[in-house]
């Protein structure tokens, strides 16, 4: 059984950065893939990045490209989310979640969640 937890949201002026972190606890956090999903409010929930176990791969949606980069510290059983330029439309509750199978960009791929960490972007 692994605990998230995630951290780092805020309110922040379109342009600025955060950095999202998502702390685990209680298993081996280096086996798992891992992922940032994003629910806005009247939104279903949506993939927005993942990285493999060990780092090597990593996965994003096409609003993320450029602007958020997903990175992991398996020694720190943390996950991280460095979202800059960001813009109104990325505010949102963002999770972070762990898989053992399936595709990185699938909710159902994933076996445990966070509680989420509010972003929102103010113009």
């Known amino acids: 059984q692994v605990q998230l937890v995630e951290s780092g949201g805020g309110l922040v002026q379109a342009g600025g950065s955060l950095r999202l972190s998502c702390a685990a606890s209680g298993g081996s956090f280096g086996i798992y893939g891992m992922g940032w999903f994003r629910q806005a409010p009247g939104k279903e929930r949506e993939f927005v990045s993942a990285i493999t176990w060990n780092g090597g791969g990593t996965y994003y949606k096409d609003f993320a490209k450029g602007r958020f980069t997903i990175s992991r510290d398996n020694a720190k059983n943390t996950l991280y989310l460095q979202m800059n330029s960001l813009k109104p439309e990325d505010s949102a509750v963002y999770y972070c979640?762990?898989?053992?199978?399936?595709?990185?960009?699938?909710?159902?791929?994933?076996?445990?969640w966070g509680q989420g960490t509010q972003v929102t972007v103010s113009s």
């Open positions: 979640a762990a898989t053992q199978y399936g595709t990185y960009s699938a909710q159902t791929s994933y076996d445990y």
